[in-house]
């Protein structure tokens, strides 16, 4: 079975500074990783994922994560915030097995712009 | 549609009854996940159906939650003798799966149970 830690339930940036959001995963064979956001009452939808292709990863909406195998790590980052980045954010990792093994989420990282 | 749809997508029910909850996955996904997003929390995973295999049921929190999915496609949760802890956003996700992993989920909007 896989984890995955998000660091920080709640990140606060400045519309125009970087946004950067921590994960972290465990897997014991090579993973697939992805992010998600959640805006106020929808559903998830993906942002970006890493599927064992290129190692720097872009996304919708201007965002980028970077899957780093020696640090265990997927952070997901976006040069300059903007008000509409204001949702909850979701590191996944996926590896063989499906189900409650195979897929595991993070539990979320509330981002906050601040005009 | 091309989405996955789910039903209702606001339900308030009294103490004590019994809810049904739809999830129309996209067309040709063999993967269906529940989960359940309590207010301001992650996903708690409940239940996840994969082509004709059984389900894996070890995130069901009590004997009251059951689901099916019929013809692999349509899946209803249900729960029995609702309580208030129950309340919350039963969200549900199809994929393809390919060699046994998870690809992209595709969520529903959720279905917003709240239990007076």
């Known amino acids: 079975a896989q984890s995955v830690t998000q660091l920080g339930s709640h990140v606060s940036v400045s519309e125009g500074a970087l946004v950067l959001l921590r994960c972290n995963y465990s897997?014991?064979?090579?993973?697939?990783l992805f992010w998600y956001v959640q805006y106020p009452n929808q559903g998830l939808q993906l942002l970006l994922k890493y599927t064992s292709a290129a190692t720097l990863v872009k996304g919708i909406n201007g965002f980028e994560a970077e899957f780093k195998k020696s640090e265990t790590s997927f952070h997901l980052t976006k040069p300059s915030a903007h008000m509409s980045d204001a949702a909850e954010y979701f590191c996944?990792?996926?590896?063989?097995?499906?189900?409650?093994?195979?897929?595991?989420f993070g539990k979320g990282t509330h981002l906050i712009i601040q005009p | 549609g091309a989405g996955v749809s789910q039903s209702p997508s606001n339900k308030v029910t009294e103490k004590g009854k019994d809810v049904e909850l739809r999830c129309d996955p996209i067309?040709?996904?063999?993967?269906l996940y529940w989960y359940r997003q309590s207010l301001g929390q992650g996903l708690e995973f409940l239940i996840y159906f994969q082509g004709n295999s059984a389900p894996d049921k070890s995130g069901l929190p009590s004997d009251r939650f059951s689901a099916e999915r019929t013809g692999g496609s349509v899946s209803t949760l249900t729960i029995q003798r609702t309580q208030q802890e129950d309340s919350a956003v039963y969200l549900c996700?199809?994929?393809?799966?390919?060699?046994?992993?998870?690809?992209?989920?595709?969520f529903g909007e959720g279905s917003r149970l709240t239990v007076l």
């Open positions: 996944a990792v996926s590896a063989p097995g499906g189900g409650a093994d195979g897929l595991t």
């Open positions: 996700a199809s994929s393809l799966e390919r060699g046994g992993i998870a690809g992209e989920l595709f």
């Open positions: 067309s040709g996904h063999t993967a």
């Open positions: 897997s014991s064979v090579p993973p697939y």
